[in-house]
């Protein structure tokens, strides 16, 4: 499995390769399907890596390289992995509530089609992140936020399918 090979070659995380990887294993898992434990957590280890190594970066509300996509990725890769919450994921977390603040919606400025162009996709992906992984003192913050999202959801049209299929998942 291509998320078990990739940190061989690679020290970031990769959204396709860990974090659509994991995904795909956890709900193949999920129904029935025989996963080799250690495929996910090699991947989790890997993704939790990358983010611990820039933790100072989130912490400052700066992030990485790849913005709120390589953010909502990893959160995602490690929700779907069942990592608890930790002092990095809270940090990541902080990071998303931070990012695109005054917008009421997420964006990176990947460009990077069909899944690192859409500002639903972020949307969705920082949605979910926040409800995984912010800690006690962030959940209002959070609330308010994916308030403000889900309204900028609502009345936002979309250009393609891939917006459209996100804004469903973020509405959800």
């Given at each position: 499995f291509r998320s078990v090979e990739?940190?061989?070659?690679?020290?970031?995380?990769?959204?396709?390769?860990?974090g659509m990887g994991v995904v795909a294993l956890a709900l193949a898992r999920a129904n029935g399907y025989t996963v080799p434990t250690k495929s996910i957590e090699e991947?989790?280890?890997?993704?939790?890596?990358d983010l611990k190594r820039d933790i100072a970066l989130y912490q400052k509300g700066e992030g990485q390289p790849g913005g709120v996509s390589r953010a909502?990725?990893?959160l995602l890769t490690l929700q779907f992995a069942k990592v608890a919450p930790d002092t990095v994921t809270t940090a990541v977390a902080g990071y998303l509530l931070q990012h695109g603040k005054a917008k009421g919606y997420w964006h990176s400025p990947a460009n990077r089609p069909p899944s690192e162009v859409s500002a639903f996709t972020d949307t969705f992906l920082a949605i979910r992140a926040l409800k995984a992984y912010t800690d006690a003192n962030q959940k209002g913050e959070a609330t308010a936020r994916t308030e403000q999202a889900r309204l900028w959801l609502i009345k936002t049209p979309t250009k393609d399918t891939e917006d459209r299929v996100f804004q469903l998942w973020g509405l959800k």
């Open positions: 990739y940190p061989k070659h690679h020290s970031c995380f990769s959204c396709h390769h860990q991947a989790a280890k890997h993704t939790e890596a909502g990725y990893a």
